[in-house]
């Protein structure tokens, strides 16, 4: 009996440590990713990606300040971060301004420091899955770096397809939303805006599990139906 506590306590601190330190499980509650994330996916997240801050640690007790082997995100990074007006809410969205860009969006399109983000209309009218019940269209969108990722869009005038130019402070950061017309990002300054770099807690990796529909993931005898076995084990981009 004393053997299989200390075992079942080691393995404990194992999972603990990789949880704090190198990867986080987390779920797809929503459809603000979509088509790159969909609702009932499930995915890795690399804490060691941008160095470690509070949030880094469970329950987020405030021992330090700052962050620790910090690292800086790439533009088109996916990342999960602490809503900084609730950091008790973990919202993820894709890095699209960097501290000191000038993001704007006009008629649907991207704005950079004054330039155009590429964008390509790949399919008209698609419905990429079966949490897109009505037509969309959908873009390619590259930015200068080179990351490259499908939007959608299903207006070309909807309400944050033309906003205000964004100043992004020093140290923080423009996050987007791939569904751009359901996505409250940091167009939104009143409830996301801009995201301070400790407020980021790491950047999704790879999706291990995905489940459609409304069945929860503890139904198993559902799996064989359920499961979206061509998104497990794919690279988030």
Request: one cysteine or more; aromatic letters at 14%.
């Amino acid at each position: 009996m004393g053997e299989t506590v200390r075992v079942v306590i080691h393995a404990l601190i194992i999972a603990l440590v990789i949880r704090t330190f190198l990867f986080q499980p987390f779920n797809i509650p929503s459809g603000s990713m979509i088509p790159t994330l969909l609702v009932g996916d499930y995915l890795f997240v690399s804490k060691y990606s941008y160095g470690y801050t509070h949030y880094s640690l469970p329950f987020s007790p405030a021992v330090f300040s700052g962050r620790i082997f910090g690292s800086r995100p790439h533009r088109g990074d996916v990342v999960v971060f602490r809503l900084p007006r609730d950091p008790s809410i973990d919202y993820i969205k894709r890095v699209i301004g960097l501290p000191g860009d000038r993001i704007q969006v006009l008629h649907s399109v991207v704005y950079i420091n004054g330039a155009p983000v590429k964008r390509e209309l790949v399919t008209q009218g698609c419905v990429a899955h079966e949490d897109v019940g009505q037509p969309v269209m959908c873009y390619r969108e590259t930015l200068p770096n080179g990351v490259s990722y499908i939007t959608h869009d299903f207006t070309k005038d909807g309400f944050l397809d033309n906003t205000e130019v964004y100043q992004v402070p020093p140290n923080e950061y423009f996050m987007m939303g791939d569904n751009r017309d359901n996505s409250t990002d940091s167009r939104v300054l009143s409830a996301v805006g801009y995201v301070p770099f400790e407020n980021l807690i790491g950047r999704a990796q790879v999706i291990f599990f995905s489940i459609g529909g409304d069945t929860p993931a503890w139904k198993i005898w559902d799996w064989p139906w359920a499961v979206r076995w061509s998104r497990l084990f794919t690279l988030v981009r």
